[in-house]
């Protein structure tokens, strides 16, 4: 698997139904299962052709206890945990607006938005045990939070860039925000943009924060 693929499965939480939404190949579910992170693992695919392909590999991998179940998100499907990885923000939202009963856990890899991804879950009372960023060629985040009576409560910080980066920074979060640094400061000296500025004041912060202002 990819290092991406890795990490994510690494994330998931020991359960006993596992969820892997839009799976494609299903290679997050078999990982999940096969380091015995889940008893069953249900694959789920709005592709039809890329449900085939996850039902074909886990019969070469001689999975057994696994449902495959083509359709839009989880809807009314019950588990214990639920990956969604790959997608953006919104759609990640969207998902999760349309399942009839949420799961304890949710492992979480949104490409984009993924400030709405934080409000939307302290907003149904989850709390984010995980939310760190890293490097596969691109830089991914991967959210991880658990359903709570406990109300979470962040800062403006933490719902920018995630509360692991910023209690805990990698190398790849620190080199992220000089990249974005420098991105930025390139982008002023060409014209001027509130949103631009808006941004890169709040990755100064940030590396203030964390002390990454070299």
């Known amino acids: 698997m990819t290092l ?12 006993t139904t596992l969820c892997d939404v839009g799976c494609d190949h ?23 052709p890329s449900l085939a392909k996850a039902q074909n590999n886990c019969t070469n991998a001689q999975m057994p206890n696994c449902q495959f179940i083509c359709q839009d998100g989880i809807k009314d499907v019950l ?3 639920a990956v969604i990885a790959g997608m953006g923000g919104l759609e990640t939202i969207s998902i999760l ?15 984009r938005n993924q400030v709405d991804v934080r409000k939307y879950l302290l907003e149904h009372n989850y709390y984010i ?11 991914y985040d991967l959210i991880v939070a658990k359903r709570s009576s406990k109300p979470m409560q962040l800062t403006h910080l933490q719902l ?3 509360v692991t980066n910023l209690a805990s920074p ?3 979060f620190v080199q992220y925000l000089l ?8 982008i002023l000296t060409q014209c001027r943009d509130e949103v631009v500025e808006d941004k890169l004041s709040n990755i100064n912060l940030a590396l203030e924060h964390i002390g990454g202002t070299q």
């Not at 991406?4 to 020991?14: C, D, E, Y």
């Not at 694959?43 to 039809?48: L, Q």
């Not at 607006?97 to 490409?111: D, E, I």
Request: with cysteine; proline share 4%; charged share 20%.
């Open 26 to 48: 299903g290679y997050i579910g078999m990982g999940a299962w096969q380091q015995g992170k889940a008893q069953k693992v249900i694959f789920m695919d709005i592709s039809a």
């Open 79 to 81: 588990c214990d945990c």
């Open 129 to 139: 045990t995980l939310d760190t960023k890293f490097c596969d060629v691109k830089y």
């Open 97 to 111: 607006q349309n399942t009839k009963q949420l799961p304890q856990f949710l492992v979480l890899q949104p490409m």
């Open 170 to 172: 990698s190398q790849d």
């Open 179 to 186: 990249t974005e640094k420098q991105k930025y400061t390139q």
């Open 160 to 162: 920018q860039f995630g």
């Open 4 to 15: 991406r693929l890795q990490k994510i499965v690494q994330a998931i939480p020991t359960v």
